[in-house]
């Protein structure tokens, strides 16, 4: 869908009527009772000096889990929020880390031939003494892997999480991954679990050694398998264990409300880190002190994530667990905010859930940078505007609405490198060099705003109507595929009910000219259900895997009902017939909460 470009925007739509324009699916509204005023002047506090300082001390720290110079940083965080009037504390806590070490890929046979430069990633398996041998198999994808027998895999792109697993599955003894960039290697992390494991979770750790080769030398050992038998040898050395980690996190009251809305970013980093991630710490920073100097509405609380880049998002998912009822009830929303800041960013990237979008893009209308448009076929951050199981997304089950912006790289760039970072990203060249500060301010301005817009509005910024729509449109898309082996009927009569109710209620929200705690709640408990609803499979209180994921992912079984028979076929039937019970109960109890506030309203 082709996106609007930026400061495009329609013009103010006449009172009492919502602006509108394409969004997720349906109707997307900016409501009139936006307070815009107080918005534009917190940006004014945002102060490019300070966050230059910020960015100069956090890239001077290797702040790798755990280490001297991750407490460090920690502690000049926590110390910064004090001193700018934020209240902050301190928090420790043990998380299960993996630090990759060490590499070597060597062609034994036909002829010895030693791949002097490789890397190992995190939570990889260590090899033994000796390593890993066998067979070297040229697979052109995962997808390709059959019974692999104790081989040794070898494809071109980055090592994921779902690669490995496919590979693991499929018997691999190890697995070499060609980078994408000519003379980079970039750190990757290959573990699915989310968060430090649980007794359930710990069993789906890999244990598949994987390397990492430049393209070039990945191209030599395609040409080798390609004219004759090949053998390889594997040895990795990674350092995987329990790590006491620093997360300081820091709260500006609310006047008048409870509730909050959380901004997080990651500590922690590969080398260096100057674009990934101390940036965003250093526009968090900013962002903190100024709302302590102008206190909102609404509260804020600000998150600076450790075990990230090699915790698979274990600060995140710890705030996550133990905070998970206060944020239910208090959460307003999630802030994501990383790699900023890019030296030679051409265009403004985003995502958010469907409730949020209209304000989100209401306010990247403002950044200087073209939106970026997924339908583009050089796009390197995929074709939809919502967020993926990535970029610490722990809040979904506690029901916040989430939304992440930022500059980035398009494909075309000459700079461009994966995930629309610069080709610097996860290498020890990520440094203070690549850092343009205007820009940073720029972004972190943008923050305040969107942070603001939830935080001093009279009502919340979200409009459940769109949730909806996602619904509709994928359940729909789920049916076509299913081609009649799926009942959806019980959800589409509670989603129609959930559609007929939201229209006076919308009326209601966008009426509003002063804060109403009675619509709140509701929004909150519309997030509640329909954020967990669309985007999660397991129960709200755990957490999805860090794979590939799509919305209404526990009902995606009934798209494969037509190609299955027998016990398959049935088994499947049954997972999909709970899933559409699942489904039409959140939608029914999301139905009866917006009920009782009309009923009230009489």
């Not at 702040?63 to 991750?70: A, F, I, L, M, S």
């Not at 206060?326 to 905010?337: I, M, T």
Request: aromatic fraction near 6%.
């Amino acid at each position: 869908m082709q996106l609007p470009p930026a400061n495009s925007f329609p013009a103010a739509a006449p009172a009492g009527h919502p602006q509108s324009y394409a969004g997720g699916g349906g109707l997307s509204t900016v409501f009139d009772s936006t307070d815009r005023a107080t918005e534009s002047r917190l940006t004014t506090s945002v102060d490019p000096d300070r966050l230059a300082d910020h960015v100069d001390r956090l890239a001077a720290l290797r702040r790798y889990p755990g280490t001297e110079d991750q407490w460090a940083a920690a502690e000049y965080v926590t110390d910064t929020l004090r001193a700018d009037g934020v209240d902050a504390t301190l928090h420790s806590f043990e998380g299960y880390v993996s630090v990759p070490e060490d590499a070597t890929v060597t062609v034994t046979s036909p002829k010895r031939l030693v791949l002097e430069e490789a890397i190992t990633t995190a939570f990889g398996a260590n090899t033994p003494v000796g390593g890993v041998s066998g067979e070297l198999v040229r697979l052109d994808s995962p997808d390709a892997a059959a019974d692999l027998d104790g081989a040794v895999a070898s494809l071109a792109g980055l090592p994921t999480p779902d690669a490995v697993r496919r590979l693991e599955a499929a018997g691999a003894g190890a697995a070499v991954f060609g980078s994408p960039a000519e003379d980079q290697l970039h750190e990757m992390i290959v573990s699915p679990v989310w968060g430090t494991p649980d007794s359930d979770t710990a069993e789906r750790l890999p244990e598949l050694p994987v390397a990492e080769i430049p393209a070039a030398a990945d191209d030599r050992l395609a040409e080798l398998v390609a004219g004759d038998d090949v053998r390889v040898t594997v040895e990795t050395a990674v350092t995987t264990e329990l790590r006491e980690l620093p997360c300081p996190v820091g709260h500006v009251e609310g006047t008048d409300s409870d509730r909050r809305f959380l901004v997080g970013n990651h500590i922690d980093a590969w080398h260096e880190g100057a674009t990934d991630n101390a940036t965003a710490v250093a526009a968090t920073l900013e962002l903190a002190r100024a709302f302590a100097a102008d206190p909102p509405t609404r509260g804020v609380t600000v998150g600076f994530w450790p075990g990230h880049s090699m915790g698979r998002y274990a600060g995140s998912a710890w705030y996550a667990d133990t905070n998970w009822l206060d944020l239910r009830e208090n959460g307003v929303g999630y802030l994501h905010v990383d790699l900023n800041g890019l030296e030679g960013a051409d265009q403004m990237w985003y995502q958010h859930m469907a409730a949020v979008g209209s304000e989100h893009l209401d306010v990247l209308g403002e950044a200087s940078l073209p939106l970026r448009d997924p339908t583009e076929a050089n796009d390197l951050l995929g074709e939809t505007e919502r967020p993926g199981r990535n970029s610490d997304q722990s809040f979904w089950g506690a029901g916040l609405p989430s939304l992440l912006s930022g500059a980035r790289f398009s494909g075309a760039h000459p700079d461009a490198g994966p995930v629309g970072g610069g080709w610097w990203w996860h290498t020890p060249e990520d440094t203070r060099d690549k850092v343009d500060v205007d820009l940073l301010a720029e972004e972190t301005r943008l923050y305040v705003r969107i942070v603001s817009r939830f935080c001093n509005s009279p009502v919340l910024p979200q409009d459940h109507r769109e949730s909806c729509a996602d619904v509709r449109a994928t359940l729909s898309a789920i049916e076509d595929a299913a081609d009649g082996h799926l009942d959806a009927g019980p959800a589409r009569e509670r989603l129609a009910a959930l559609e007929e109710r939201l229209e006076p209620f919308a009326a209601a929200v966008d009426a509003a000219e002063s804060f109403d705690p009675a619509i709140e709640d509701v929004q909150v408990r519309l997030s509640n259900l329909l954020i967990p609803a669309l985007y999660m499979s397991e129960p709200e209180y755990e957490h999805d895997p860090a794979l590939p994921h799509e919305l209404l992912g526990y009902l995606r079984v009934a798209e494969e009902l037509p190609d299955r028979s027998g016990p398959a076929r049935r088994f499947g039937e049954v997972a999909a017939t709970r899933g559409v019970t699942k489904l039409a109960h959140r939608l029914d109890r999301a139905e009866r909460v917006v009920a009782d506030f009309l009923a009230d309203r009489d």
